[in-house]
């Protein structure tokens, strides 16, 4: 089991990056977009560096949603391996069976 002080952090920069996202994209777009002036676009790279770190969504970090375990991680289904292979053995996961041959 992960620390929880990692795990709530880690809820936390999701929560940021959901609120910000509408505002983050809005600068980044206009940070990057060659027909405004540069002044223009310098200042819209000066409020996104002024917008919260953790509201970036590169900092968010692939945890198991069972375990909080950072390392080892399936995308589908959101778990880390082992979590995985325990409930894949216990009949929990659907159509997944040991592999044999």
Same mark, same amino acid.
């Given at each position: ?14 929560? /940021? ?7 983050? !994209?809005?600068? +980044?777009? $206009?940070?990057? $977009? +060659?027909?405004?002036?540069?002044? $223009?676009?310098? !200042?819209?790279?000066?409020? =996104? !560096? @002024?917008?919260? #770190? ?5 900092? @968010? #970090? ?8 950072? #390392?080892?991680?399936? #995308? ?9 292979? /325990?409930?894949?053995?216990?009949? @929990?996961?659907?159509? =997944? ?5």
């Amino acid at each position: 089991m992960a620390k929880k002080s990692s795990i709530e952090r880690n809820k936390k920069r999701t929560r /940021l990056a959901k609120k910000y996202a509408t505002k983050r !994209a809005a600068l +980044k777009a $206009d940070a990057s $977009d +060659k027909s405004l002036s540069p002044e $223009d676009r310098f !200042a819209a790279n000066v409020k =996104m !560096a @002024q917008l919260p #770190r953790n509201s970036s969504v590169v900092r @968010q #970090r692939l945890r198991c949603e069972l375990t909080g375990r950072p #390392r080892g991680n399936y #995308r589908k289904f959101k778990l880390s391996r082992i979590a995985l292979r /325990l409930l894949a053995l216990s009949g @929990q996961i659907p159509g =997944m069976v040991k592999s044999s041959w």
